[in-house]
């Protein structure tokens, strides 16, 4: 097993207070979910619903699997009436960024954890096949020696159709050649350059490509797309329309509690928003349903789909002669999903964890009274990968993970050409500080003692003192970058890798390349990872 250092959850910049009060288990978020980590009530396994063995069945049907392997068992165990822990991202291209496998590795870790304490459990990885943002995911980063690359398919796509859906075309083929350039050979890059072929979907590819990468711990994927799926999950889109302005009027209740209370709501509720998509169906552009309340024109309220009209029966009739047509919102999908596949735990993202808290409310008001329940959430495995190089310059610098995600690149270039410099320079340096503060303070006191209006003054001329010390402390450390030019180089090389742009590494690189430049085999050190109690990030050293 890799060698890893556990650090709290605040080290990783950016993440809002409702998801850091979560992961602290505080009280004052306890009323927005089923219950706040850790906790293992979660391990009890739902009823199973008159509908598992058509959801088993097409689970088969989506991950065919050879007898004797991880995932014929998996499947089995569902079959026997296994729980399930869930987790889903949208699909991308060359698999996304590095927290997707963080995803199904906590998933794997939790099943796994359940099924050892008596409970069986599989791990289920949801393809957000209906999103469609294509510009969130027509794209991935990979490091290429001293620079970023990224990899971008088809700019020009601007309509609004599932990416799921998308049929990739000969554009793919200079960006697999990238990628082997970028990447080398490897069992990773084999996998990836089947499964992004022309005539195949975004889908299907990225299914292939995270169905290899864990096939050793038999992660099951599914894509809900389909019109049997959306038939077996119907009964959530029908209260999503019967009921939509009860449903409306509780979210704007519970943003308002949140907002109250000091948080932010991550979904926005806008007056007139619903809880679904309706695909067009000439171009299948997956397009907003709007909602007019009811009114003496309209007592039933009236839906809109861009220019287009429908009623409440007109959606309806939709909805039972094409299901597929109906596509739940962020909000409800948490729902939609959990009524499927008779949820035991969902593992999210920081951003998911926070709009759950809003969704808790979908739960109560739909699931509760067809027989489910709020389900329990966890954050998905935080981590960064220190690759061997820059393990070295973070040990020759003295420099620890959570320090480089408080500095910019040019800061820690800074940073790096004090540390560097001579003994005889800090030592000047510090004096002269340290003299100048002894100094300053008393004479501060003394002249505030003498009139407030003079001490104020004297507070002004003493900052820009101040100023003058520390510009004399960057001087010396940019005449250092000048001698030392390597300095420079080290601070971008640590940027870059482990905190690019100033986000974390695990939202910017593609996890292809890691897995091409490690194996498959990184799956089981994640998983392994997850398994363990650290509640916070996770520095792995490869």
Not at 4 to 33: K, Q
Not at 312 to 323: C, M, N, R
Request: include cysteine; aromatic fraction near 8%.
């Amino acid at each position: 097993m890799l060698t890893a250092d556990c650090f709290p959850i605040t080290v990783a910049p950016g993440l809002h207070r409702l998801f850091l009060d979560y992961c602290d288990a505080s009280p004052a978020v306890s009323r927005y979910y089923a219950s706040l980590p850790p906790d293992a009530g979660w391990q009890a396994r739902p009823a199973v619903p008159a509908h598992w063995p058509e959801i088993v069945r097409v689970l088969a049907e989506q991950n065919p699997a050879a007898a004797g392997t991880p995932a014929a068992a998996a499947l089995e165990s569902l079959a026997q009436g296994a729980g399930v822990v869930v987790t889903g991202q949208q699909v991308g291209l060359f698999g996304g960024p590095l927290f997707t496998p963080f995803k199904a590795a906590t998933a794997i870790a939790r099943a796994r954890q359940a099924t050892a304490a008596g409970t069986p459990h599989a791990a289920i990885f949801w393809l957000a096949s209906e999103d469609h943002d294509f510009a969130e995911i027509n794209h991935v980063v990979f490091p290429a020696r001293r620079e970023l690359s990224k990899l971008v398919y088809d700019e020009s796509h601007t309509e609004s159709r599932p990416v799921g859906g998308i049929v990739i075309d000969e554009r793919i083929t200079p960006l697999i050649d990238q990628a082997w350039e970028l990447l080398g050979g490897s069992d990773a890059m084999d996998v990836l350059a089947a499964a992004y072929q022309p005539g195949r979907t975004f889908a299907q590819a990225f299914q292939q490509f995270y169905s290899a990468a864990f096939a050793a711990q038999g992660l099951l994927v599914l894509d809900a797309s389909s019109r049997e799926v959306h038939r077996i999950g119907a009964p959530v889109l029908r209260a999503a329309i019967e009921r939509a302005d009860e449903l409306h009027a509780a979210l704007l209740e519970r943003n308002r509690e949140l907002e109250s209370a000091g948080y932010h709501a991550q979904v926005a509720v806008a007056p007139g928003s619903s809880l679904l998509f309706l695909f067009d169906d000439k171009t299948g552009a997956r397009v907003a349903l709007k909602r007019t309340p009811p009114s003496a024109a309209e007592p039933q309220g009236l839906w809109h789909a861009g220019r287009h009209s429908l009623s409440t029966a007109e959606l309806l009739a939709i909805l039972d002669a094409e299901p597929e047509r109906i596509s739940p919102s962020a909000l409800l999908r948490p729902v939609f999903q959990d009524f499927l596949l008779s949820t035991s735990l969902i593992i999210g993202g920081p951003a998911e964890i926070a709009y759950f808290a809003q969704s808790a409310v979908l739960f109560e008001a739909i699931l509760t009274r067809l027989g489910g329940r709020l389900t329990p959430a966890e954050p998905r495995f935080s981590g960064t990968l220190v690759e061997p190089a820059i393990g070295d310059l973070l040990r020759k610098h003295e420099l620890g993970v959570d320090r480089v995600f408080t500095e910019t690149q040019d800061s820690l270039a800074q940073l790096l050409a004090a540390r560097s410099m001579p003994v005889e320079g800090k030592q000047k340096l510090a004096a002269a500080g340290n003299a100048l503060d002894a100094e300053l303070e008393p004479l501060l006191a003394w002249m505030n003692q003498l009139d407030a209006g003079l001490g104020r003054s004297a507070e002004t001329a003493a900052s820009k003192m101040r100023y003058q010390m520390n510009r004399l402390r960057r001087l010396s450390a940019n005449f250092q970058l000048q001698r030392e030019a390597s300095l420079g180089r080290h601070a971008e090389a640590l940027s870059q890798a482990l905190y690019p742009g100033g986000v974390l590494q695990e939202r910017v690189l593609g996890a292809a390349y890691f897995f091409a430049k490690y194996g498959f085999g990184l799956a089981e050190e994640i998983v392994a990872q997850a398994q363990n109690p650290c509640p916070g990030h996770t520095v792995m050293w490869l």
